[in-house]
T-cell receptor, first 115, second 112 residues
Framework: DSGVTQTPKHLITATGQRVTLRCSPRSGDLSVYWYQQSLDQGLQFLIQYYNGEERAKGNILERFSAQQFPDLHSELNLSSLELGDSALYFC??????????????FGSGTQLSVL | ELKVEQNPLFLSMQEGKNYTIYCNYSTTSDRLYWYRQDPGKSLESLFVLLSNGAVKQEGRLMASLDTKARLSTLHITAAVHDLSATYFCAVAWVRRTYKYIFGTGTRLKVLA
């Protein structure tokens, strides 16, 4: 168990809908990362937050947004869903980017199916 | 933009054999990671390599880093079925912010 909690584990929804994925980082970790894993695109970095502030953006669509709350949990909001958004969404956390012992701890993921 | 490439993408090997997975990256980075993912599961950290020439070993897996060649290798010695998984390398990319960019993954299947 990595200590990173993601909910829900599975989500089935229809095109055009909006969903929210939730992530609670490991105790003490300040940084949260979101990744999208699909068969054809591999593991794509979406966005990173550190202590409540957005720090880095990757290939995140405008229909997607995220935030990190004061208690450090994070939510990824996906709207106007399309079939191509079906994927496994991972959250990862770490203590402090740049630290020599830094590494990512991954949650178990949310499997999103858009029908 | 940093690109990370792995090869091979798929690897089927017999138990007891040795093989190497390669990870190439396109720009300078000060650290490289290897992760393992079992089917339908999350990613688990295997190694963190922090400097040129770094070598780490855990059981039948050994990872090394050559920062001048921008290359890391994951060597498998005397493979066993339990090593069947997908292996990812990831490179930390620092351009004002810190990103971890993952390779394409290598799906390893060890046949009994």
């Amino acid at each position: 168990d990595s200590g990173v909690t993601q909910t829900p584990k599975h989500l089935i929804t229809a095109t055009g809908q909006r969903v929210t994925l939730r992530c609670s980082p490991r105790s003490g970790d300040l940084s949260v990362y979101w990744y999208q894993q699909s068969l054809d695109q591999g593991l794509q970095f979406l966005i990173q937050y550190y202590n409540g502030e957005e720090r880095a953006k990757g290939n995140i669509l405008e229909r997607f947004s995220a935030q990190q709350f004061p208690d450090l949990h994070s939510e990824l909001n996906l709207s106007s869903l399309e079939l191509g958004d079906s994927a496994l969404y991972f959250c990862a956390s770490s203590l402090s980017p740049g630290d020599n012992n830094e590494k990512l701890f991954f949650g178990s993921g949310t499997q999103l199916s858009v029908l | 933009e940093l690109k990370v490439e792995q090869n091979p993408l798929f690897l089927s090997m017999q138990e007891g054999k040795n093989y190497t997975i390669y990870c190439n990256y396109s720009t300078t980075s000060d650290r490289l990671y290897w992760y393992r993912q079992d089917p339908g599961k999350s990613l688990e950290s295997l190694f963190v390599l922090l400097s040129n020439g770094a070598v780490k070993q855990e059981g039948r897996l050994m990872a090394s880093l050559d920062t001048k060649a921008r290359l890391s290798t994951l060597h498998i010695t005397a493979a066993v079925h339990d090593l069947s998984a997908t292996y990812f390398c990831a490179v930390a990319w620092v351009r004002r912010t810190y990103k971890y960019i993952f390779g394409t993954g290598t799906r390893l299947k060890v046949l009994a």
